[in-house]
T-cell receptor, first 113, second 112 residues
Framework: DVKVTQSSRYLVKRTGEKVFLECVQDMDHENMFWYRQDPGLGLRLIYFSYDVKMKEKGDIPEGYSVSREKKERFSLILESASTNQTSMYLCASNFRDRVYEQYFGPGTRLTVT | SQQGEEDPQALSIQEGENATMNCSYKTSINNLQWYRQNSGRGLVHLILIRSNEREKHSGRLRVTLDTSKKSSSLLITASRAADTASYFC????????????FGKGTRLSVIA
């Protein structure tokens, strides 16, 4: 069974704090993705990674950075959290040669106050 | 950029009825996928239909694809309260190893 886990289900942070969201997958997937989901806007891609130490910007990378030091772990970093980054954050992964199906983590609901 | 757009945004039906959701997309695709999301959870892959397929079934799910109209539909037959969720279509931006692009979803409520 594929498992994608995220470090927290709920997180509350203050404006200006540095925030780390961790994602770990146990299926040796090459590709990993970070999305944010907001009402009325659907899922929007923030960053993705095709391999260790590789990263690509998605549609809304501003205010975020990522780190992929190990294949199984993909971290999303909010350098200085702002209230407009309050959202549901979803991590996903898949195999490079089986790009059809993405496996999602349970999500982290981040509130920035 | 949103490639797929689902319609309707929200749908409420009685248990036992069929639910139909539609998805329109803009560019050529190799395949189209449908995902389901229970409230406050991650997405789960339901079914994939390739561009050379017109219809596909999986249990109570039936997906159609019309590439000439750039549209797909997801039919859930004999719906159950447990089918209450949001449903998303997803397409790939380009061929090869590129990220999926998701629509905004249809929120389905099945009333017991």
């Amino acid at each position: 069974d594929v498992k994608v886990t995220q470090s927290s289900r709920y997180l509350v942070k203050r404006t200006g704090e540095k925030v780390f969201l961790e994602c770990v997958q146990d299926m040796d997937h090459e590709n990993m993705f970070w999305y944010r989901q907001d009402p009325g806007l659907g899922l929007r891609l923030i960053y993705f990674s095709y391999d260790v130490k590789m990263k690509e910007k998605g549609d809304i990378p501003e205010g975020y950075s990522v780190s992929r030091e190990k294949k199984e772990r993909f971290s999303l970093i909010l350098e200085s959290a702002s209230t407009n980054q309050t959202s549901m954050y979803l991590c996903a992964s898949n195999f490079r040669d089986r790009v059809y199906e993405q496996y999602f983590g349970p999500g982290t609901r981040l509130t920035v106050t | 950029s949103q490639q797929g757009e689902e319609d309707p945004q929200a749908l409420s039906i009685q248990e036992g009825e069929n639910a139909t959701m539609n998805c329109s997309y803009k560019t050529s695709i190799n395949n189209l996928q449908w995902y389901r999301q229970n409230s406050g959870r991650g997405l789960v892959h339901l079914i994939l239909i390739r561009s050379n397929e017109r219809e596909k079934h999986s249990g109570r799910l039936r997906v159609t694809l019309d590439t000439s109209k750039k549209s797909s539909s997801l039919l859930i037959t004999a719906s159950r309260a447990a089918d209450t969720a949001s449903y998303f279509c997803a397409t790939r931006r380009n061929s090869g190893n590129t990220p999926l692009v998701f629509g905004k979803g249809t929120r389905l409520s099945v009333i017991a």
